[in-house]
């Protein structure tokens, strides 16, 4: 079994969507058709920072690209955290794949 779920919250845009087993942060609002900011997706470019209002996560490796005051601050990199409890990040540059979206991109346009 893979444990426990969690749940995401994404904050401006009021979205909650569920954290399976050990998928990133930016994997499960991915899977669920949220855009997060991202690059390297190895903890290390810190395109993905954003804060965490609520909640804890743990890393997939040992040294995010983050300083101590940082985490401290509530700062954390989505790509390489998971969840380790239900949580709430602050990303106003989230934004969802619409279904109009999609339409207009299945027609070529
Ligand atoms: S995408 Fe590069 S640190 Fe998260």
Known sequence: ?????????????????EVAGDASLLEAASQAGIRLPSSCRNGTCRACLCRLSSGEVRYRIEWPGLAADEKADGWILPCVAVAASDVTIEQPAASEETAAARRVNSRGF
């Open 1 to 17: 079994m893979t444990g426990r779920r969690f749940t995401l919250r994404i904050e401006p845009l009021a979205r909650t969507v």
